[in-house]
């Protein structure tokens, strides 16, 4: 079982840089909102650890959240939750992909 991530979660680049995410969803946990894929997909990123040259640079957006990333069966208004599987890139040079750590242990979803 998947934890869901929330607005507490820390949730960064490949490179360790960390995505500003955001939610406006009703569900709560521990007083945090739910993750859902807008809130994550778009959400700038700061600080990535990549440095600047001429075939790196550093991620600063969120330009996929992949499907495996979401619940099959919990939702909010209709649409999925993000679970700590989640996956996507960045448009970092190299991607960055995503990494998340939840910070609630109460709430479990597939």
Do not use: E, R
């Not at 495996?68 to 190299?94: E, I, N, R, W, Y």
């Amino acid at each position: 079982m998947s934890k869901a991530l929330t607005t507490g979660s820390d949730v960064q680049c490949g490179h360790k840089g960390a995505v500003q995410v955001s939610s406006s969803a009703k569900l709560t946990i521990g007083g945090n909102a739910v993750l859902l894929t807008s809130g994550v997909m778009g959400s700038s990123v700061a600080n990535c650890g990549t440095p600047i040259s001429s075939t790196t640079t550093p991620c600063s957006t969120v330009l996929s959240v992949l499907p495996t990333s979401l619940a099959q069966k919990l939702t909010v208004g209709g649409l999925p939750v993000v679970l700590d599987t989640l996956s996507g890139l960045t448009d970092g040079k190299p991607p960055g992909s995503l990494l998340s750590k939840p910070v609630q242990s109460k709430l479990t979803a597939v």
